[in-house]
T-cell receptor
Framework: KAGVTQTPRYLIKTRGQQVTLSCSPISGHRSVSWYQQTPGQGLQFLFEYFSETQRNKGNFPGRFSGRQFSNSRSEMNVSTLELGDSALYLC?????????????FGQGTRLTVV | AQTVTQSQPEMSVQEAETVTLSCTYDTSESNYYLFWYKQPPSRQMILVIRQEAYKQQNATENRFSVNFQKAAKSFSLKISDSQLGDTAMYFCAFMSPQGGSEKLVFGKGTKLTVNP
């Protein structure tokens, strides 16, 4: 069974540009969550999608947005990039059924803003 | 809001020895889950062990076990017979499935180095 796939693995962007990151969950998983990991702030929750609906959202500015498609694949977009957006962005997928279901993480996308 | 605190930024242990990583959390919820995740240099977060708050028995997974003290809101991870492959960042995480959300709240992490 294929794991969670995040593309691209590495990205270098310039301040002011926008970027789109992709996450393909494990087959059958309907929930996708995104996290930002930085040395200073650690792991912070961005948003969570289930069956194409945003189920929860973290405390990030509106420049950060996401969506989920009918095949459960998810994308997150960051507009007007700032230097502080440089981070490892992790995606996690789970079945999303009622009650706890284990979250499986991808290897992340390393975004560098210059 | 829930918070998770890991007070040990770095730890080291000799191969084959035992090490304990500390974690405390704060919540007013009664139904929740606690996790330890491992993140090796490959960056992929791997679930090590989980504990349901309603279970009094401490979870164990092979060489990994937890000491869950619900009243003290403490959740430590013990690694027995440490191996070189255990070298990684370890994150304690909390999840309360309110409204169906599976949002994880992470601690800052503990960098564990296993020395030969």
């Amino acid at each position: 069974k294929a794991g969670v796939t995040q593309t691209p693995r590495y990205l270098i962007k310039t301040r002011g540009q926008q970027v789109t990151l992709s996450c393909s969950p494990i087959s059958g998983h309907r929930s996708v969550s995104w996290y930002q990991q930085t040395p200073g702030q650690g792991l912070q929750f961005l948003f969570e999608y289930f069956s194409e609906t945003q189920r929860n959202k973290g405390n990030f500015p509106g420049r950060f947005s996401g969506r989920q498609f009918s095949n459960s694949r998810s994308e997150m977009n960051v507009s007007t990039l700032e230097l502080g957006d440089s981070a490892l962005y992790l995606c996690a997928s789970s079945l999303g059924a009622r009650g706890y279901t284990e979250a499986f993480f991808g290897q992340g996308t390393r975004l560098t803003v210059v | 809001a829930q918070t998770v605190t890991q007070s040990q930024p770095e730890m080291s242990v000799q191969e084959a020895e035992t090490v304990t990583l500390s974690c405390t959390y704060d919540t007013s919820e009664s139904n929740y889950y606690l996790f330890w995740y491992k993140q090796p240099p490959s960056r992929q977060m791997i679930l090590v062990i989980r504990q349901e708050a309603y279970k009094q028995q401490n979870a164990t997974e092979n060489r990994f076990s937890v000491n869950f003290q619900k009243a003290a809101k403490s959740f430590s991870l013990k690694i027995s017979d440490s191996q070189l492959g255990d070298t990684a960042m370890y994150f304690c995480a909390f999840m309360s499935p309110q409204g169906g959300s599976e949002k994880l709240v992470f601690g800052k992490g503990t960098k564990l180095t296993v020395n030969p």
